[in-house]
């Protein structure tokens, strides 16, 4: 391990820069921007070979990943910005980009933005049309995380007070990024000291015939699942769970995702495409591949494993030409694709689904791995 001092703003950083190595990956710590209160904010990347993964402290953003294509060639394949400023001038949940951070503590929506918990209702933020989504305007994509370097990785930590965008408990989050043998390694726990809820995923856009080049509709998706939550004109589950037999949502075999997109079916056209939560085989019991996603011009194959019982597959349909991402590139509808393992949407309102409450005395804890080859 290496210590460098640093000078930013009159402070002497004596951790600004770390390295550390086991076994193949490296990793290392930098000054990756400020805050408006200057405070630095640090990124941290790891590097195996051909691949590379980069994370911020701010938000727990995954800023970058690249990976080889079948000639060997590496090259980014998320969609990002280029800088921290970037990262910090999107994150307000009216417009915010959400290009690859942690969300949470509630990813995805709750009904009316308000939910019950031992007979006292709880109000959240509205920031998706009559509802809640991502944990709020200032939900964890937009805090300052503490980071520190492990062994292939980071690990990032976060306390989030009781009350914060209106959830109840002090609740103790730990997220860690770890580098192995090509695959990402996500690794999510958290503690709390009130009965309170918690789903968290990434929200990371992928294109893996390169970031830039064009949109994900020639990409073939397998997604293992038989069933997904029907949603209302707002995206929120019903509490239906309907069979994807004979719908575009049948990603069982491997099956271009732009063949069926635009289909005159209800789901489809409330959502201006693929916007719906998977509810996977596995059932959440165990680790295990959920999702694989082959681009054929570039031979990069993305699989991605997951011990959560859902996956919202979401293809960026929202975009509209309006945001600039890395290099000035102008992301266009359908500009890439997202896999967020969680548990269902809404759930504080389905005691069907499985539970997203969290007890003080237990841990959540939960593992999603995005794992690169090619073919």
Known sequence: MRIAKRIIGGTLLLLAYLSMAEGRTSVKEEIYGKLPDGTPVSLYIMSEGPFEARVTNYGGYLVSMRAPDRTGKSEEVLLGFDDFDGYYNNTTHKGAAFLGPVVGRY?????????????????LAINNGPNAIHGGPHGFHTQLWKGKLIPKGVELTYLSRDGEEGYPGNLSVTVRYTLSRGALTLDYSATTDQHTILNLTNHTYFNLN????????????????SRFT???????????LKSVEGTPLDFRRATRIGDRIDSDYEQLRVAGGYDQNWVLDSGGKKLAEAAEVYEPNSGRVLRMLTDQPGVQFYTGNFFDGTLKGRGGVVYQRRAGLCLETQHFPDSPHHPEFPSTELRPGERFHTTTVFSFSTR
């Open 210 to 225: 390169g970031e830039g080049r064009g949109n994900v509709l020639n990409h073939y998706m397998t997604i293992h699942a």
């Open 230 to 240: 029907w949603a209302d004109s707002y995206l929120v589950p019903t509490g239906e």
């Open 107 to 123: 990813a995805n929506r709750i009904a009316g933005g308000k939910f019950t918990l031992d007979g006292k209702e709880y109000s």
